[in-house]
């Protein structure tokens, strides 16, 4: 197991999560139903799942396309979504 892969992803997600709408989600939703534990439960199975769809769709994009073109266009899809919350009409 290469750690320094671990652990480069782990604080890379963790660092990204830190003050995300996610933890406004949970925070409310805990609130709400005062169940921290199926909250907590849910969350960690949520984020599993879309993790699980991301680092797939991930190695399935990186056999065609080299980590160059991935990092623009995560870039520029990144700007793309900042603009659309930006002047996106609500």
Same mark, same amino acid.
């Given at each position: 197991m290469d750690l320094r892969t671990f652990f480069a992803s782990f604080m890379a997600i963790f660092l990204a999560e830190l003050g995300d709408k996610t933890q406004f989600a949970n925070l409310g939703l805990v609130a709400k139903t005062k169940s921290?534990? #199926?909250?907590?439960?849910?969350?960690? *199975?949520?984020?599993?799942?879309?993790? /699980? !769809?991301?680092?797939?769709l991930g190695g399935?994009?990186?056999?065609?396309l080299?980590?160059?073109? #991935?990092?623009?266009?995560s870039g520029? *899809?990144?700007?793309?979504?900042?603009? /659309? !919350?930006l002047f996106g009409k609500e």
């Open positions: 921290p534990l #199926l909250v907590y439960a849910a969350s960690v *199975l949520a984020y599993a799942a879309v993790s /699980f !769809l991301t680092i797939s399935y994009v990186s056999r065609f080299p980590e160059r073109a #991935l990092k623009i266009g520029a *899809l990144f700007f793309l979504v900042g603009l /659309f !919350l």
